[in-house]
């Protein structure tokens, strides 16, 4: 759960008053040239100039279409994207993003919080900072004996936030840092029960997760929110203890890789490697779970995971491109070895609009399936933008 909230937060950059503003483009278009709505290279439809004013913002609704949550729902936010002042032509410098949000969904979830990302270049720092509120309803899946797969559907208030910040190396692509992880939960099963579910225990119910971490960064794309080339690595190590403020005593490993190649100039091949390691004793909620498109949220967890996904961009036009991707995961418990665990797969498709010419936002729509599900997805810059 943990996971879900934090990635939740980082992920949802906006989409869906594309049309509210094309139609004031629309409008607007007997003077084609001075529309803040439109690229002077193309005059076609473009956030960049509208952004780039000094009360730019996108004052956003999108639908929300994770499976887990329901398959819609709707987020209402204003998101500021400020370049920053200390542009280099020599290296790619990313911009400053604020978000206030708030988020309804199908299955009765709702949240809302605020979001920051900023970059201090002459300083070479970077940092981060996510919170909110909401009462979420997720489902959480397990093998019984003789019944098979069970669903167990919980009710969670949670009160969580994120900060980190990095320092780069010297002159080079490296960075290092802390995090910290805060959340508050009070959980409440949303089934009729005698006893609780085995893998639930009543600490579970009621308790805060208190978790600092050391982090190792790698950043070598040419632009965060829909690269064509370059390397991404995080790496991270986050310790919940009775020192740190944590009613549970566990700690995790994660690792996240994503390469892009630039094959031509208008075909992108992107690769992401993602693994996480759990040791300890973590509650139900917090155990690593599988992250790929046309997966619901939870519905694979184990003490290991171990995910690879391909995704291939072709640029039909200077606006237009399709997506095809595919990809594996295995959710390994302590009591399995890697060859006993389930194989999950995705697959899918999509397509993006460049949406902001001179940020390289990309927005559009994927639609994937796996083992068991299917899900369709807005998608705003990659769809692996989760701690990058």
């Known amino acids: ?14 989409v869906a008053l594309v049309l509210v ?11 084609p040239k001075k529309s803040i709505f439109r690229d002077s290279l193309d005059n076609k439809l473009d956030f960049s100039e509208f952004l780039l004013h000094p009360k730019g913002f996108i004052p956003f609704m999108q639908p929300i279409t994770e499976p887990a949550l329901g398959h819609i729902g709707i987020m209402v936010a204003p998101i500021f994207i400020k370049p920053s002042k200390y542009q280099t032509k020599e290296k790619y410098v990313p911009p400053n993003i604020t978000a206030f949000f708030g988020a309804y969904t199908a299955n009765k979830s709702w949240l809302f919080g605020a979001f920051r990302m900023g970059f201090v270049p002459q300083h070479g720092i970077k940092y981060t900072v996510a919170t909110g509120y909401g009462a979420v309803n997720l489902s959480y899946y ?20 994120f900060g980190s910040i990095l320092k780069q190396i010297g002159g080079s692509n490296f960075y290092v840092g802390l995090e910290y992880l805060f959340m508050n939960s009070d959980i409440s099963p949303n089934f009729d029960f005698e006893t609780l579910p085995e893998f639930v225990s009543d600490k579970d119910l009621k308790s805060n997760i208190s978790s600092p971490g050391i982090v190792l960064e790698f950043d070598k794309r040419d632009n965060i929110f829909t690269p064509d080339k370059g390397l991404f690595v995080n790496t991270s190590f ?4 009775n020192w740190t403020g944590s009613d549970f005593s566990f700690h995790n490993f994660e690792l996240i890789a994503l390469k892009y190649i630039q094959l031509k100039n ?5 690769f992401r490697f993602q693994t996480d390691q759990q040791f300890g004793d973590a509650p139900f909620y917090a155990q690593p779970g599988i992250q790929l498109r046309g997966v619901p949220a939870a519905r694979y967890q184990g003490t290991s995971t171990y995910i690879l996904e391909t995704e291939q961009r072709y640029d039909v036009s200077l606006r237009w491109s399709g997506v095809a991707f595919g990809g594996m995961a295995k959710a390994v418990n302590d009591n399995q070895s890697f060859n006993e665990a389930d194989f999950i797969y995705n697959y899918g498709a999509g397509f993006r609009y460049l949406i902001a010419r001179k940020f390289k936002i990309r927005v ?5 399936w796996s083992n068991n599900d299917f899900g369709y997805y807005i998608v705003c810059g990659s769809a692996w933008n989760q701690r990058n």
């Open 21 to 31: 503003l094309f139609h004031t483009c629309l409008l607007a278009q007997d003077k």
């Open 364 to 368: 559009g729509v994927d639609v994937a």
């Open 238 to 241: 986050h310790v919940n203890d």
């Open 266 to 270: 208008n075909w992108i091949s992107g």
């Open 1 to 14: 759960m943990v996971e879900y909230i934090i990635v939740f937060i980082k992920k949802k950059f906006f």
């Open 142 to 161: 397990r093998e019984l004996p003789v019944v098979g797969e069970k669903e167990f559907e919980f009710n969670f208030r949670s009160f969580p936030f």
